[in-house]
Every structure is written in structure tokens, then in C-alpha cells.
């Protein structure tokens, strides 16, 4: 991986939060996240240039900053951010497939935190000033670490 770390600034905190996320530069087999990284890079960019939506989509923590405020974007705007489902615990009764399960069980999480204004301290991490400009100008980072 020289010269970059093996696993990014967020995925230390996860790591030191007891979880144990797999590194972006696996590509293949399983728990493998980088190919699925890699793939979902490119479907977002296209979008941006191919829709109608393009102009009105915002990439969380690039284009917006860290901080409580950083998602809220203008009336309209589509904001895009990274998530690790296996951070949250997963209500596997909601559907037998477990990807699917994890989906709509973050989209959930989301939503209610949306709503009730809870989900800015998902996106106001504390960080260094070292490590916020390896998250703000490439590495990005999870909503939700802290």
C-alpha cells in the first residue's frame, strides 16, 4: 500500500471502536469493499453528468465540510455520503437477505435521525487538523464515526 496507510483515518476509528472493517485497497473475496468502492466512485460520477439531478447533488464531506451543519445543502439538494452498515445493529426480521436488511435498516436509521435533527452529530467527527485535511481532501469519511 506504500505510501498510504492501509486503512484510512475513519476506518482507525472503527477499528479502535472494537469493529473490524476490511481495507478499500481489497478488491476481491470476501468482505472485500474496495471493488464495491470503486464501482459506486463511477455510478456517482456519472450521475452527476448524465441527470437531471447533477447539478443538485452534493458530496458529503468533499464538497460540504465536516461539522454539524456540513448536510444540510440548499433547498433540493441531494446529498451523497459514505455509510458501513455494520456499524449499526441490523434488524435481520425486516428481510431474509442480509444486504437488503442492511439497507433498508440504515435507510431507516437515516431517515429518523434526518427527521429529528439528530443526524448532524453523525457528521461532526472530532478530528486533527492533520487528519481533517486527509478526510476533506482524500480520504473522505463514514457518516456516523465519530
Known amino acids: 500500500?506504500?505510501?498510504?496507510?492501509?486503512?484510512?483515518?475513519?476506518?482507525?476509528?472503527?477499528?479502535?471502536?472494537?469493529?473490524?472493517?476490511?481495507?478499500?485497497?481489497?478488491?476481491?473475496?470476501p468482505g472485500s469493499v474496495g471493488s464495491q468502492m470503486l464501482m459506486g466512485i463511477a455510478w456517482l460520477e456519472r450521475v452527476r453528468v448524465s441527470t437531471e439531478f447533477g447539478e443538485r447533488i452534493v458530496i458529503w464531506p468533499?464538497?460540504?465540510?465536516?461539522?454539524?451543519?456540513?448536510l444540510q445543502g440548499e433547498p433540493g439538494d441531494v446529498v451523497f455520503a459514505e455509510v458501513?452498515?455494520?456499524?449499526?445493529?441490523?434488524?435481520?426480521?425486516?428481510?431474509?437477505?442480509?444486504?437488503?436488511?442492511?439497507?433498508?435498516?440504515?435507510?431507516?436509521?437515516?431517515?429518523r435521525?434526518?427527521?429529528?435533527?439528530?443526524?448532524?452529530?453523525?457528521?461532526?467527527?472530532?478530528?486533527?487538523?492533520?487528519e481533517r485535511s486527509h478526510v476533506l481532501q482524500e480520504e473522505g469519511w463514514t457518516l456516523g464515526v465519530l
Open 84 to 111: 458501513w452498515p455494520s456499524m449499526f445493529e441490523i434488524d435481520r426480521e425486516c428481510h431474509e437477505i442480509l444486504d437488503a436488511a442492511q439497507v433498508m435498516t440504515v435507510a431507516q436509521l437515516m431517515s
Open 62 to 70: 468533499f464538497e460540504t465540510g465536516i461539522g454539524a451543519t456540513s
Open 1 to 29: 500500500y506504500a505510501p498510504f496507510d492501509e486503512f484510512r483515518v475513519g476506518e482507525h476509528r472503527v477499528r479502535a471502536d472494537g469493529h473490524r472493517p476490511f481495507s478499500s485497497w481489497q478488491l476481491a473475496y
Open 113 to 130: 435521525a434526518d427527521s429529528d435533527g439528530s443526524i448532524h452529530k453523525w457528521s461532526n467527527p472530532t478530528l486533527s487538523a492533520r
